[in-house]
């Protein structure tokens, strides 16, 4: 039950897709953030085609404000509720129950991330399976502005943790490796670390970027996956960046 013909292995994935995306209402539009569309669909929508690898039931969709809106347009996916907004990693301890006695890989994703592709996500089972790693980052250098972590590396290239560009050192924000939040984990380690997240930060939030640091400390396995991302992993919290999404969908699927 839920071998992934891709790998030969059990995969199951997690996309966040709970927040409301209060920079995006507007009057006449209170839509989840998700739901937000670019080139006539949701931004959920592209995410779920690049995830369609993975059987519609493995796949875990978290759900808060107006999660109806969500379930009714996705059927056939597993849902799980995020009562309250928490952050990533209360996000992701909310599909626990949707993931009891599941022992193989988990990836973490998000919904508003519509740019991410297929190719990509593959890249990142390959590495995390063939390493035979617990927890594996997706990584990547871009020549476009975002706010992401910084991954930190050892002399010996191997990961330390990552570093939020808010808190970043000046020598820090030079790095140009970037983390944009996308992880797989084996789940019983996952779900064990996520217990030891800590909440002690400007937002009093719980983050699941906090969480392969916790697992290199216990002495997991901690690999990544290195790519040129490029305009992929564009997130969507603002109107310029819906806009900015829609134009790079457009131009991937336009027709020649």
């Not at 995830?51 to 039931?57: A, H, N, T, W």
């Not at 994703?109 to 996500?121: E, L, R, S, V």
Request: charged share 25%; hydrophobic share 40%; with cysteine.
């Amino acid at each position: 039950m839920g071998i992934s013909k891709f790998t030969g292995t059990e995969l199951r994935a997690v996309v966040l897709a709970a927040g409301k995306g209060t920079r995006l209402q507007e009057l006449d539009n209170d839509a989840p953030k998700v739901m937000r569309e670019v080139c006539g669909r949701p931004l959920l929508w592209y995410v779920l085609e690049a995830l369609s690898f993975i059987p519609e039931k493995d796949i875990i969709i978290v759900v808060g404000y107006r999660k109806d809106d969500i379930t009714d347009r996705f059927q056939g996916y597993t849902y799980a509720e995020q009562r309250e907004q928490l952050g990533t990693g209360h996000a992701v301890l909310a599909a626990k129950t949707a993931l009891l006695d599941f022992c193989g890989s988990v990836l973490v994703c998000y919904g508003d991330m519509p740019a991410i592709k297929q190719d990509t996500y593959k890249a990142l089972f390959r590495t995390h399976i063939n390493q035979g790693n617990d927890c594996t980052l997706l990584t990547g250098e871009s020549n476009l502005s975002l706010p992401y972590g910084r991954i930190l590396r050892d002399q010996n290239g191997s990961f330390l943790h990552v570093v939020e560009e808010r808190d970043c050192t000046p020598e820090q924000f030079m790095i140009t490796e970037l983390n944009p939040g996308v992880y797989l984990f084996r789940a019983e380690m996952l779900f064990s670390a996520l217990k030891e997240l800590k909440n002690d930060n400007s937002q009093g939030e719980y983050y699941v970027t906090d969480v392969p640091a916790i697992m290199r400390a216990g002495g997991a396995k901690i690999g990544i996956c290195k790519r040129d991302l490029g305009n992929e992993i564009v997130g969507v919290n603002n109107l310029e960046q819906l806009i900015q999404v829609g134009e790079i969908l457009e131009q991937r699927f336009r027709t020649p």
